[in-house]
């Protein structure tokens, strides 16, 4: 009987406990300038998972209040539910958000419905922001966020594959991204590899979770055709499909069953990897003088590269606006963008902030990326925000490749079934076709 | 307290039902409803996709492959091993824990170790390259090697799983009564004769339950397809993953669990239909 009691008692106050604590009972909402502490509430899409998370409330928020007295509700939160929220409150006019912070193609969505205030006329001293980024942010004359992080994918190459480099390509042209460094280049780079080794010496994460389809429509399709979906059944595109078929005979079979190329690089299976800077950050720390990272290929239209940037936006009537302004001023600072980087592997977007980083694994990736973003033939894609057809998407990219390159199905007649499908899935969601 | 005697058995299984109750019927009312309705009507769109789908075909036929090559093969070997283990020996305990160590490997750290001892600069390569064996690696990865992927899974289950296979059959081959062996052995019966006449028949209970354990996890086999091949192999399982987790469409991956689900009732109820054990006490 005693045993029952406990038990009940033991639940009781679990119960008391978790409503004291704030687990259960509603969130706390901020009240705008009746006290004197100030709490922001500040909204984020980046940053989600538990260690990148405890980041930001342990180290980033911490030193903010150490400096300014101003608390911040960190509340990582999902793409749909964010979007759902701010509707929500502009609607009704009883706004508690005060910073929101998502990638550019959400940012651009929430501008597009007049949600999010004009940061034009405010300035942030001692720091110049990245020119690419300063651009993508104005939207329709409205300066609508501030640049925060970037990340993008870059080429790795193992220093030993230079020993094999083709007639005409240097190590220099490779490094800096010049007119040779063509994706022509690569294909006879990658022929004399293996050649020279007897295996093929290319890699690329085309395993069902690798990043393969990032490859296909954000560097290889603009950079010969120009668009990411706009020409996805041209002329252009089959021979791009023609191109990458020839070039497949040099890469390694086994890369449509790797998810990331940090490992394939570092057991010495691929001399030359694609992928995501966070995927191969691991192969760069681990052996920093073996690898460098270098701009993508040229193709016929450009270099065509994925930037993906996430930016800070002060919502339309947000409370404490002046309070959420200083927390984006610290997130921006050169200081606070190196700790981003050294922590959570996000790239700064302003430039004081790349000469600052210690010389090491992370500034190879950020001189390789740095490169890539300065190339004069860039063609920078974003990565379409389509919500829940974001997977429809990519998996026509992938579907093409699977039965073009692997399955061997002739490129017209593929893209042609597929084309429509890729631009049906913009004019439903009733966006541009990039 | 006294529960009346009748009640007990009840109130012993109510745990155990209203386990399943809430984490197996719970999902799988849920899964139906999500597979068959659309816009809250009763609908078969989901199911014509699913079936319109090249994917599902073969991942119909892989996994019903894999289970076809894996599971035979791994009651034979476990047989074989549990009769070799199963007379007095130095170093019989030793063996035996030898013999059941995979048992306490995940099945996806399962896969990076074979994926490490199969790459082409991997373990076995190395071996048959310095021996003189091979002049270039032999791949078992990729696409365009599917076949060679389709061994590495199945060797790489049968390291990993035949310990399970071989732990009941042990356990099964234990309980036979030497005095069963011995009075055969005095008419004159040689090692096969006893074999065929006394000792599978005796085990076929543990065979049972070995095969039905088996097959019924091929049904569900994922995570060593998932590191070795990924989907250059589809399978039920990781389809249904992929639907799910990379396309978002929760209607497919569902009908994708109901197969996985239906198969597997399926085929406990075939193996209890037709493999009906024969204990000796009972037949008497």
């Not at chain 1, 790349?354 to 001189?367: C, Q, R």
């Not at chain 2, 009312?29 to 999500?34: E, H």
């Amino acid at each position: 009987m005693s045993r029952k009691m406990s038990f009940g008692g033991v639940l009781i106050l679990v119960l008391l406990g978790a409503i004291v604590s704030g687990c259960i009972g509603g969130e706390k909402t901020t009240t705008p300038t009746t006290t004197e502490q100030v709490t922001l509430t500040w909204l984020s899409t980046q940053l989600n998972p538990p260690e990148e998370r405890a980041f930001v409330q342990e180290q980033l928020l911490t030193e903010f209040k150490d400096q300014t007295g101003i608390e911040v509700n960190f509340i990582p939160i999902s793409y749909s539910d964010m979007a759902t929220r701010l509707e929500a409150e502009e609607q009704t006019g009883e706004v508690t958000i005060n910073l929101i912070a998502d990638l550019h193609g959400g940012l651009d969505f929430f501008a597009s419905k007049g949600w999010l205030e004009d940061l034009s006329g405010k300035t942030l001293e001692g720091r110049t922001f990245i020119s690419t980024f300063e651009k993508y942010a104005t939207i329709g004359g409205k300066k609508v966020y501030i640049p925060w992080m970037s990340a993008t994918y870059v080429m790795v190459v193992n220093k030993k594959a230079f020993e094999y480099l083709p007639d005409g390509l240097t190590q220099e042209d490779v490094m800096k991204g010049t007119e040779k460094w063509t994706y022509d280049a690569l294909l006879e780079w990658a022929k004399n590899l293996k050649e020279a080794t007897g295996q093929p010496q290319l890699g690329f994460p085309a395993g069902p979770k690798g990043l393969l389809h990032r490859f296909l429509h954000g560097y290889i399709y603009p950079s010969f055709t120009g668009y990411q979906a706009k020409n996805f059944d041209s002329p252009e595109a089959v021979e791009m499909w023609k191109y990458l078929r020839d070039l497949w005979q040099y890469v390694n079979p086994a890369s449509t069953t790797w998810d990331a190329m940090g490992e394939p690089l570092l057991r010495g299976e691929v001399l030359i990897a694609w992928d995501h800077t966070a995927r191969i950050k691991n192969a760069i720390e681990t052996n920093p003088d073996q690898f460098v990272v270098v701009p993508v290929p040229r193709g016929p239209k450009g270099r065509g590269f994925i930037l993906v940037v996430a930016g800070l936006a002060i919502p339309k009537g947000a409370p404490n606006a002046e309070e959420a302004w200083k927390l984006i001023d610290y997130l921006t600072k050169p200081e606070t963008q190196v700790k981003i980087l050294e922590n959570v592997g996000f790239f700064p977007t302003v430039q004081e902030a790349t000469g600052a980083i210690p010389s090491g694994p992370l500034k190879i990736l950020a001189e390789g990326v740095a490169a890539q973003s300065a190339t004069p033939d860039a063609v920078v894609a974003m990565i379409p925000n389509l919500g829940e057809k974001g997977g429809q998407f990519t998996n026509a990219y992938r579907t093409a490749f699977e039965r073009i390159v692997l399955k061997g199905e002739d490129p017209e007649a593929v893209v042609k079934e597929l084309g429509p499908q890729v631009r049906k899935l913009f004019e439903e969601m009733g966006q541009e076709i990039p | 307290m006294k529960i009346k005697s009748s009640y007990l058995p009840y109130f012993l299984v109510l745990p155990a039902f209203a386990y399943l109750l809430f984490f197996v019927g719970y999902p799988l009312v849920q899964a139906l409803y999500i597979a068959f309705t659309q816009n809250g009507q009763l609908s078969l769109a989901t199911v014509r996709k699913t079936f319109a789908d090249p994917y599902f075909w073969e991942a119909l036929k892989y996994t019903i492959a894999l289970a076809g090559v894996i599971v035979p093969s791994q009651v034979g070997l476990a047989l074989i091993l549990a009769l070799g283990v199963n007379r007095v020996f130095k170093g019989k305990d030793f063996t035996i824990y030898a013999l059941t160590i995979p048992l306490t490997i995940s099945d996806v750290a399962a896969g990076l170790i074979w994926y490490s001892m199969l790459s082409p600069s991997g373990f076995l390569n190395k071996l048959l390259l310095n021996i003189g064996i091979i002049n270039n690696p032999i791949y078992f990865f990729g696409y365009q090697y599917r076949h060679m992927e389709f061994l590495a899974i199945v060797l790489a289950e049968l390291w990993r799983a035949t310990s399970i296979v071989f732990v009941i059959i042990f356990a099964g081959l234990q309980m036979i009564s030497q005095e069963y062996i011995e009075a055969a052995e005095v008419f004159g019966a040689d090692y096969w004769t006893r074999l065929k006449k006394i000792v599978i028949p005796l085990l076929k209970p543990s065979i049972q339950s070995a095969l039905i354990i088996r097959t019924l996890f091929a049904m569900q086999i994922f995570g060593i397809v998932w590191i070795l091949a990924g989907r250059d192999i589809p399978i039920l399982a990781g389809e249904g993953f992929y639907r799910l987790t990379e396309l978002k469409e929760y209607d497919v991956a569902s009908i994708y669990a109901l197969v996985i689900a239906g198969l597997s009732i399926l085929l406990g109820a075939l193996y209890i239909k037709f493999m009906k054990a024969e204990y000796l006490e009972v037949k008497r």
